[in-house]
């Protein structure tokens, strides 16, 4: 009989034991997750901010050619305040996202959001041989942070661009109102996405730019689609993709009109 109570005692102390190693080995995984997170943020971070910094360096180079032209170094200096200022907000903004903590959102102008990220761009998108063309209603709004969705945009149009270098091609950004949601799409006339990559495009660090031949080969880093699809998740809205190879390549986003209660 003592033998019997003796192997229970040793079973309840060994299984006591295995709880506080789980215990134990559960807080570790979330102080992991957390340095994970953070080394996605500081990818995405990364990402971003040299988005905004090669239309700078440009500008600026444009400008150091050029000393003479007032206008142009005022134009300049203008974009870099503006620019700092925005990359400021990003970085933020996405430490923020990181860390799960709520952020303000209020309307805006969609209309707004896409003009700006191709002031920022600064490049004329004509002498890359591509055709823009906006149909965006000027009235209509989004609820949204909106660092984030304009981040969001500049990837997909980047993303298109590179699809469409070096021949050129068409590339259309349209916004409407459909019911309580808002779909915006971002659609080009470039070399298209595998279907056996459709399913992974929104994964981390996943590119298929590396096999590219031309600029698109030093631009993919794999975090931009996965940053688009945190933003979008974390608006309660929806991204997704339609592409054949040859035939171009369709995002839509869709957010809802108002934000999430």
Aim: charged fraction near 20%; proline fraction near 5%; charge should be neutral.
């Amino acid at each position: 009989m003592a033998s019997i109570i003796d192997k229970r005692l040793a079973l309840h102390q060994r299984l006591a034991k295995k709880e506080q190693e789980y215990t134990a080995l559960k807080s570790q995984n979330v102080q992991l997750q957390a340095l994970a997170n953070l080394g996605s943020a500081t990818s995405m971070i990364a990402h971003e901010i040299n988005n905004l910094l090669t239309p700078l360096a440009n500008y600026a180079a444009l400008a150091a050619r050029n000393p003479q032209d007032a206008d142009l170094v005022a134009k300049v200096l203008d974009k870099t305040v503006r620019n700092c200022e925005r990359a400021s907000k990003i970085m933020s903004s996405m430490l923020t996202m990181a860390n799960g903590r709520p952020q303000d959102r209020h309307r805006v102008s969609v209309f707004a959001l896409v003009e700006e990220v191709f002031t920022c761009l600064c490049r004329d998108f004509n002498k890359d041989g591509i055709v823009v063309r906006m149909d965006v209603p000027q009235t209509l709004e989004i609820a949204c942070v909106p660092v984030q969705i304009q981040q969001v945009i500049m990837n997909l149009i980047l993303n298109a661009r590179d699809a469409m270098l070096p021949g050129g091609g068409l590339l259309k950004i349209t916004a409407v109102q459909n019911g309580p949601t808002v779909e915006i799409t971002v659609a080009d006339t470039g070399k298209g996405i595998a279907p056996e990559n459709i399913e992974s495009i929104f994964e981390p660090f996943f590119t298929t730019k590396a096999a590219q031949e031309g600029p698109a080969a030093y631009s993919g880093s794999g975090v931009g689609l996965a940053f688009c699809k945190r933003v979008i998740d974390a608006h309660a809205g929806t991204i997704s993709v339609e592409s054949y190879p040859g035939q171009g390549t369709t995002f839509r986003v869709r957010l809802p009109d108002s934000p999430s209660p």
